[in-house]
């Protein structure tokens, strides 16, 4: 057992008298002046709190943790390749670059060849490659770089074999898509306004989509499509492998639910023309076969299907609302549809089931041509391949698997590994089960149990328990090399798959979203009392974790049940359900949340909104909140306010603690480094909070 720990001295935080009346209700926000990151206040507050989280974390123990990730993260990872012609594109990681460095194989047998390695962009390697797409013969690479983890982006060519950049510069790109044309004179790429020609904060809204023709500066780009009628909404835009069409998914904000134009590729004078309008339905773009177009949509299938528009045959768009006449090739199956493209002439496809990817062959007209049998249960980082190509690559890991890519010929179908990987740690030495247990509602909710084999339930065990539940994204069986620190000192690690998330369908999602949210946080709560009735730990011996949705997560748990665990990570939290959408891309979310500006919306969101359901004289559990001062997806200034109102109202002497990163976003792009620094505080708190003594 830990010794007793006297509470710390918290760095003072003032507070202010600020309240505002939602819809006749008021509400204190004593902490505001912490939105502001650039005033004196805030920096000198931060700056006190690092000092405060460093004095409690730093020591050999911390060192040990530090030297063992260091080993554990020090193996090659690549990323899945792009073909393109003869030559393969990808990304490789020797082990502890700070960034991947991308290559260019000219055929299967060759050596790879270095193309761009961004870690000699920055001396702190916080400049991150994050797209990259190849033309059609493979001669031009377009990518885009970030710098400090920041959304934006900025995007380059390069010619693969002189490995020089051309003059070509893309600004203010978030999110963005490139699509090349077939002959390689342009690609389309969709940005945002620059900042200054819209009013402060806009410049995050108002998404188009230009073409870009190579050679010329950004300001002739030429406008293809835009839609002002809605600042929220978000574009993406693909070409057609053939190269005889643009298709454009338009998403408002954060929602699966879309819109989808089409026009001819290269047609300086053709008009997008719509296929389905009104949002009430989600259409990703899978491919394009002759006139035929195919997508994956959730129209009238929770648990999405396969249909084709054969743009031969539909008649001129009529009124507000239209939707395009198609056809089903891939009816709706009892599990999710999550992925599909099309290699070799057929529709590879992608399926969870149980929260699992399974692979499965169709035709293009949809009959089943059997599957491709995947090396354990596991996820899928990718599917790459073209229609003509007779090659598909695909990545693929799980919980103690480690990342390899395989390459499947059509021709022999054999499947083999490209460019494998060879973690430091043996897989048969840990096991994965899955176990299901009910909801507060009588749900039933599935959880991932990871720990070394041998490990009987004793009820002393640390567990580590995950969740995020939200966005319609499914937590999947995914190697994470950190996780090994806590695996072989005897811990174990829960993944549970909550509504609000895709494991399980639209339907899934939707029962975890704006009213419905409170369903995730009883999932999560249910969760914690399975392992707790089982005898995999104690209230003191768990702790839970949550990044961005997930930090609202265990925030809203911590709040509403502060005896539940004796830790808390809570990272990049969206932890102010009443001003989230003032910053930021903030109101993409407002599909997933709702808005306090809604008088029938405000009620729920004040109901478990983390920072005001803070209440003054409870023992919280020792709490490490974290954030990054350029996230610019969360405003870090919710995770501030939430961690000094915390300070400020626990009566226990459990610590709660800040960590706010410096160069360094929401998560992408982050360099190892820093990867490895953030994990080794989380386990360190751990190690040094949770009232159990860890051992193997």
Same mark, same amino acid.
């Given at each position: 057992?830990?010794?007793?720990?006297?509470?710390?001295?918290?760095?003072?935080?003032?507070?202010?008298?600020?309240?505002?009346?939602?819809?006749?209700?008021?509400?204190?926000?004593?902490?505001?002046?912490?939105?502001?990151?650039?005033?004196?206040?805030?920096?000198?507050?931060?700056?006190?709190?690092?000092?405060?989280?460093?004095?409690?974390?730093?020591?050999?123990?911390?060192?040990?943790?530090?030297?063992?990730?260091?080993?554990?993260?020090?193996?090659?990872?690549?990323?899945?390749?792009?073909?393109?012609?003869?030559? =393969? *594109?990808?990304?490789?990681?020797?082990?502890?670059?700070?960034? @991947?460095?991308?290559?260019?194989?000219?055929?299967?047998?060759?050596?790879?060849?270095?193309?761009?390695?961004?870690?000699?962009?920055?001396?702190?390697?916080?400049?991150?490659?994050?797209?990259?797409?190849?033309?059609?013969?493979?001669?031009?690479?377009?990518?885009?770089?970030?710098?400090?983890?920041?959304?934006?982006?900025?995007?380059?060519?390069?010619?693969?074999?002189?490995?020089?950049?051309?003059?070509?510069?893309?600004?203010?790109?978030?999110?963005?898509?490139?699509?090349?044309?077939?002959?390689?004179?342009?690609?389309?790429?969709?940005?945002?306004?620059?900042?200054?020609?819209?009013?402060?904060?806009?410049?995050?809204?108002?998404?188009?989509?230009?073409?870009?023709?190579?050679?010329?500066?950004?300001?002739?780009?030429?406008?293809?499509?835009?839609?002002?009628?809605?600042?929220?909404?978000?574009?993406?835009?693909?070409?057609?492998?053939?190269?005889?069409?643009?298709?454009?998914?338009?998403?408002?904000?954060?929602?699966?639910?879309?819109?989808?134009?089409?026009?001819?590729?290269?047609?300086?004078?053709?008009?997008?023309?719509?296929?389905?309008?009104?949002?009430?339905?989600? =259409?990703?773009?899978?491919?394009?076969?002759?006139?035929?177009?195919?997508?994956?949509?959730?129209?009238?299938?929770?648990?999405?299907?396969?249909?084709?528009?054969?743009?031969?045959?539909?008649?001129?768009?009529?009124?507000?609302?239209?939707?395009?006449? *198609?056809?089903?090739?891939?009816?709706?199956?009892?599990?999710?549809?999550?992925?599909?493209?099309?290699?070799?002439?057929?529709?590879?496809?992608?399926?969870?089931?149980?929260?699992?990817?399974?692979?499965?062959?169709?035709?293009?007209?949809?009959?089943?041509?059997?599957?491709?049998?995947?090396?354990?249960?596991?996820?899928?980082?990718?599917?790459?391949?073209?229609?003509?190509?007779?090659?598909?690559?695909?990545?693929?890991?799980?919980?103690?698997?480690?990342?390899?890519? =395989?390459?499947?010929?059509?021709?022999?179908?054999?499947?083999?590994?490209? @460019?494998?990987?060879?973690?430091?740690?043996?897989?048969?030495?840990? @096991?994965? #089960?899955?176990?299901?247990?009910?909801?507060?509602?009588?749900?039933?909710?599935?959880?991932?149990?990871?720990?070394?084999?041998?490990?009987?339930?004793?009820?002393?065990?640390?567990?580590?328990?995950?969740?995020?539940?939200?966005?319609?994204?499914?937590?999947?069986?995914?190697?994470?090399?950190?996780?090994?620190?806590?695996?072989?000192?005897?811990?174990?690690?829960?993944?549970?798959?909550?509504?609000?998330?895709?494991?399980?369908?639209?339907?899934?999602?939707?029962?975890?979203?704006?009213?419905?949210?409170?369903?995730?946080?009883?999932?999560?709560?249910?969760?914690?009392?399975?392992?707790?009735?089982?005898?995999?730990?104690?209230?003191?011996?768990?702790?839970?974790? @949550?990044?961005?949705?997930?930090?609202?997560?265990?925030?809203?748990?911590?709040?509403?049940?502060?005896?539940?665990?004796?830790?808390?990570?809570?990272?990049?939290?969206?932890?102010?359900?009443?001003? =989230?959408?003032?910053?930021?891309?903030?109101?993409?979310?407002?599909?997933?949340?709702?808005?306090?500006?809604?008088?029938?919306?405000?009620?729920?969101?004040?109901?478990?909104?983390?920072?005001?359901?803070?209440?003054?004289?409870?023992?919280?559990?020792?709490?490490?909140?974290?954030?990054?001062?350029?996230?610019?997806?969360?405003?870090?200034?919710?995770? #501030?306010?939430?961690?000094?109102?915390?300070?400020?109202?626990?009566?226990?002497?459990?610590?709660?603690?800040?960590?706010?990163?410096?160069?360094?976003?929401?998560?992408?792009?982050?360099?190892?480094?820093?990867?490895?620094?953030?994990?080794?505080?989380?386990?360190?708190?751990? *190690?040094?909070?949770?009232?159990?003594?860890?051992?193997?």
């Amino acid at each position: 057992m830990p010794q007793t720990r006297q509470r710390p001295r918290y760095p003072v935080a003032k507070t202010v008298d600020i309240i505002d009346d939602f819809h006749g209700v008021p509400v204190r926000d004593p902490f505001r002046w912490l939105e502001d990151a650039d005033s004196r206040d805030t920096i000198a507050w931060v700056d006190a709190q690092n000092a405060l989280t460093r004095s409690l974390l730093d020591d050999p123990a911390r060192d040990a943790i530090v030297t063992r990730l260091e080993r554990l993260y020090d193996f090659p990872r690549v990323s899945v390749p792009d073909k393109r012609g003869t030559r =393969y *594109f990808f990304v490789r990681n020797e082990g502890l670059q700070n960034q @991947g460095v991308l290559y260019v194989q000219e055929g299967l047998a060759a050596q790879p060849r270095e193309l761009l390695d961004p870690n000699r962009l920055s001396p702190d390697g916080t400049v991150a490659l994050t797209a990259l797409v190849p033309n059609e013969d493979g001669t031009l690479v377009a990518y885009a770089l970030s710098k400090s983890g920041s959304d934006w982006q900025e995007v380059f060519v390069r010619d693969v074999r002189s490995g020089n950049d051309l003059p070509d510069r893309i600004r203010w790109a978030k999110f963005t898509t490139i699509s090349w044309l077939k002959d390689g004179s342009s690609f389309y790429y969709v940005r945002f306004p620059e900042p200054g020609s819209v009013a402060a904060g806009e410049e995050h809204y108002y998404s188009k989509v230009f073409v870009h023709r190579l050679g010329d500066p950004q300001d002739e780009d030429r406008l293809v499509f835009e839609r002002r009628d809605d600042r929220e909404i978000v574009f993406a835009a693909d070409t057609t492998s053939d190269g005889r069409y643009l298709v454009i998914t338009a998403s408002k904000g954060s929602s699966d639910k879309s819109e989808v134009y089409v026009m001819p590729a290269g047609d300086d004078h053709a008009r997008p023309a719509p296929l389905f309008t009104g949002f009430a339905s989600a =259409y990703a773009f899978i491919e394009g076969a002759g006139t035929r177009l195919y997508f994956r949509t959730d129209d009238s299938a929770p648990m999405w299907r396969i249909i084709a528009v054969d743009l031969s045959q539909q008649p001129a768009a009529a009124g507000a609302a239209h939707r395009a006449a *198609f056809a089903e090739v891939v009816p709706e199956r009892g599990d999710r549809l999550s992925m599909a493209t099309v290699v070799h002439g057929t529709l590879v496809t992608s399926y969870l089931h149980n929260a699992s990817d399974e692979l499965r062959l169709f035709d293009l007209d949809g009959r089943p041509e059997g599957e491709i049998r995947l090396p354990a249960v596991g996820s899928l980082s990718g599917l790459s391949g073209r229609p003509d190509d007779e090659e598909l690559f695909f990545g693929f890991s799980s919980f103690t698997y480690p990342p390899a890519n =395989y390459r499947y010929d059509f021709r022999t179908r054999a499947l083999e590994e490209f @460019g494998a990987s060879r973690a430091p740690v043996d897989p048969e030495d840990y @096991g994965t #089960k899955q176990v299901w247990y009910r909801s507060k509602d009588g749900t039933d909710v599935s959880m991932f149990l990871v720990h070394r084999k041998g490990l009987e339930p004793d009820g002393r065990r640390p567990v580590l328990l995950f969740g995020y539940g939200g966005f319609n994204i499914s937590l999947r069986p995914a190697f994470d090399p950190g996780t090994f620190v806590w695996l072989d000192e005897g811990g174990i690690v829960a993944v549970a798959n909550l509504r609000g998330g895709g494991e399980y369908g639209e339907a899934w999602h939707q029962a975890g979203m704006v009213e419905r949210k409170q369903n995730v946080f009883d999932d999560f709560i249910a969760a914690a009392a399975w392992l707790i009735e089982n005898r995999y730990a104690t209230a003191d011996t768990l702790a839970i974790e @949550g990044g961005s949705n997930g930090g609202l997560l265990v925030g809203a748990v911590m709040v509403q049940r502060p005896d539940l665990a004796g830790a808390v990570i809570c990272r990049v939290p969206v932890a102010d359900m009443l001003r =989230y959408h003032l910053f930021t891309v903030g109101r993409f979310w407002i599909s997933e949340y709702g808005s306090s500006e809604d008088v029938q919306q405000f009620p729920y969101l004040y109901k478990y909104s983390p920072y005001h359901n803070v209440k003054d004289g409870i023992a919280y559990p020792a709490t490490l909140v974290m954030t990054a001062d350029t996230d610019d997806r969360v405003a870090p200034g919710m995770a #501030k306010k939430f961690a000094a109102r915390l300070q400020q109202a626990t009566s226990g002497s459990a610590p709660i603690l800040i960590r706010v990163e410096t160069r360094a976003g929401h998560g992408a792009g982050k360099p190892v480094s820093k990867r490895i620094q953030e994990e080794a505080d989380i386990y360190a708190f751990l *190690f040094k909070y949770l009232a159990v003594t860890v051992d193997s």
